[in-house]
């Protein structure tokens, strides 16, 4: 039987709840679950890749089948590179599905070996994105609901410098 590897590519700025409840409910479809934390400099992430892939290689490290590395470049040049099949995206609203539905069309135009997999995050998770959570730690408020307590401590340290 052939093994399923999927990459799960994002910017992980910071590594969020629902972030999680995607990697975890990909690990029943898939053999292998490749995080993909892109270098994107585009975004301006308020960590740096290096702190990113830490981070979440710390969430996930309780689960054999996942590697989490940084990417930069293509991503469709990056999944082929891993051997993988499947590209696991998340949608969280419906504003998401239209850049995402685009991305994936482009993906296939691309690389039509390679499938695209939406997955709705779970709906106590949906309302959460990193910008408002940057903004919550930026602020002094609580985000037990929104991270997990070491990335809300990560998130504290920064934004005390």
């Known amino acids: 039987m052939p093994k399923h590897i999927a990459v799960y590519p994002g910017t992980f700025d910071p590594t969020t709840r629902g972030h999680l409840d995607i990697i975890k409910r990909s690990l029943v479809l898939f053999d292998t679950l490749i995080i993909a934390v892109a270098e994107s400099t585009a975004k301006r992430p308020l960590f740096d890749v290096e702190e990113r892939v830490t981070m979440i290689r710390n969430e996930v490290k309780k689960y054999r089948n996942v590697r989490v590395e940084s ?57 959460i994105s990193s910008r408002f959570i940057k903004e919550i730690a930026r602020l002094g408020g609580d985000l037990k609901a929104f991270v997990t307590p070491a990335v809300a401590r990560k998130l504290k340290q920064k934004f005390r410098t």
């Open 71 to 127: 990417f930069d470049g293509l991503l469709i040049n990056y999944v082929r590179e891993k051997k993988a099949s499947v590209i696991v995206r998340g949608l969280r609203v419906i504003s998401d599905f239209e850049y995402e539905f685009q991305m994936a069309l482009t993906n296939r135009e691309l690389a039509p070996d390679i499938e695209t997999v939406f997955m709705m995050t779970a709906e106590n998770y949906a309302h």
